[in-house]
């Protein structure tokens, strides 16, 4: 059995407090109304693209034009950066919020792909995979309350939930059939609550299994994992459209939901690793060798190329085809955000070819513990540009908040996971495969 260590707890617990700190600062620091959001603009004024918004202005200014007119312009510009403003804390909360929610659930999947394809070198593995879901409901609590409290319009994250844009918005009015905040929470709720169900049926069925005199309980767990992962790549792509997408209502893009999948997917399995990772050099999991971290090693690998090649084809198709309506997302983030989104190619692509393109690095630990918080870090940075963009535009940047709800999200991650891995013992032992899976070797 697993102990969850004293220090490894009071880290977590640390990383907790400091981020409740950051978030609780970030939203009081947030501006209240448009005197504070003058004040911090005119603070800012030194800089070069105020002073070129500045310069703009007063170059286009035609002699008809009105005070009253001017004052109007004034005045909705700065709306429009309190609003930003004051979306800055939520979105920071929401990227952290989603990622380990979704590492979880990308873990999840991992596992019952695993199960249905009946996988012979993975069993020793299941327990790790099944602590680390157990962040799954704690993340969906927490992600549910945001979002409903985004219907309650206490943030304006997405903006098809304010009345006031879409009736001034044909693109988006011609949508509310779909995006509606009843359906939209509906959908949510079933996504959550059946991704929840069938994480908590299939660990109750294998820690049965060990108990079990046949392979009744395993049987099961089959044909539920089989239904489950039909469901999965249905609520995925919708899942995407709706959490994410939408965020940027205007646009669209066919590949998203696989792009999101690829990304939550890779870094899931990196989470397997580095878990793994940590409870072998403790002492625990001697059943697990090389070949089972060189296979891990093997997905992270894969799957880290699997989504440069959807990165790639969802931006190139779009910037070829240079239609106003679809280009102007990776506009945004080319000029506003280059360093992430330029960055995150980096991080996710250049370094794990470089890396882990070696046979012998797969099995090297500091080596894969390297790559392993590189490639997390980097799909950080990808949820931050797929969220950032569309909630705070031009006035993001890495301050208390991000910083805050990435810890607090962190430890939180870290206390759940390691409490449910002290809970059960650490090999599913009745498995089927486990014997094989003991003696994986190549």
Same mark, same amino acid.
């Given at each position: ?65 009105? =005070? ?12 429009? &950066? ?33 199960? &249905? ?227 995150? &190619? ?91 899976? =003991?003696?994986?070797?190549?």
């Amino acid at each position: 059995m697993y102990t969850f260590s004293s220090k490894l707890k009071t880290f977590s617990l640390i990383l907790m407090a400091v981020g409740l700190l950051g978030i609780g600062y970030g939203f009081l620091s947030a501006p209240k109304d448009i005197q504070q959001v003058e004040a911090i603009l005119a603070a800012d004024a030194h800089e070069s693209h105020h002073e070129g918004s500045n310069s703009s202005t007063e170059a286009h200014a035609v002699p008809g034009e009105t =005070k009253v007119n001017a004052e109007t312009e004034h005045k909705e510009h700065l709306e429009h &950066v309190l609003s930003q403003l004051q979306n800055k804390p939520w979105a920071a909360l929401y990227v952290a919020c989603i990622f380990f929610m979704l590492i979880s659930l990308g873990v999840l999947v991992f596992y019952a792909i695993q199960q &249905v394809a009946q996988a012979g070198w993975s069993p020793v593995l299941f327990r790790v995979m099944q602590g680390i879901t157990a962040y799954l409901p704690v993340g969906s609590v927490i992600f549910f309350i945001i979002l409903f409290l985004c219907g309650l319009h206490y943030s304006n994250i997405f903006i098809w939930l304010d009345p006031n844009v879409v009736a001034h918005d044909k693109v988006i009015a011609n949508k509310t059939g779909y995006l509606n905040f009843p359906f939209w929470i509906l959908r949510a709720a079933i996504f959550l609550t059946v991704w929840n169900l069938y994480r908590y049926f299939s660990r109750k069925n294998c820690l049965a299994q060990d108990e079990a005199t046949d392979d009744s309980y395993y049987k099961k767990n089959f044909k539920m994992t089989a239904g489950f992962l039909v469901f999965f790549i249905v609520s995925e792509s919708i899942m995407s459209w709706d959490w994410i997408m939408s965020i940027d209502p205007h646009w669209s893009s066919t590949l998203f939901g696989w792009y999101v999948f690829a990304s939550f997917f890779v870094s899931g399995i990196t989470t397997i690793a580095l878990v793994t990772l940590y409870l072998k050099s403790k002492g625990y999991l001697e059943q697990v060798n090389t070949s089972h971290i060189h296979d891990l090693a093997k997905f992270m690998f894969g799957f880290s190329v699997f989504w440069t090649y959807l990165w790639f084809s969802q931006f190139m198709l779009i910037w070829y085809a240079d239609i106003p309506e679809e280009i102007t997302y990776f506009v945004t983030r080319i000029e506003v955000y280059n360093l992430p989104f330029f960055g995150a &190619v980096a991080l996710n692509f250049l370094f794990p070819i470089l890396i882990l393109i070696n046979t012998d690095f797969k099995r090297i630990t500091w080596i894969l513990v390297i790559a392993s918080i590189v490639i997390l870090f980097g799909h950080y940075i990808d949820f931050f540009n797929m969220i950032m963009p569309g909630t705070v535009g031009d006035k993001w940047f890495i301050g208390v908040s991000e910083i805050g709800s990435l810890f607090f999200f962190l430890g939180l991650f870290i206390y759940v996971v390691f409490t449910a891995l002290s809970k059960v013992p650490l090999l599913a032992k009745r498995n089927p495969f486990i014997e094989e899976s =003991k003696h994986f070797h190549y």
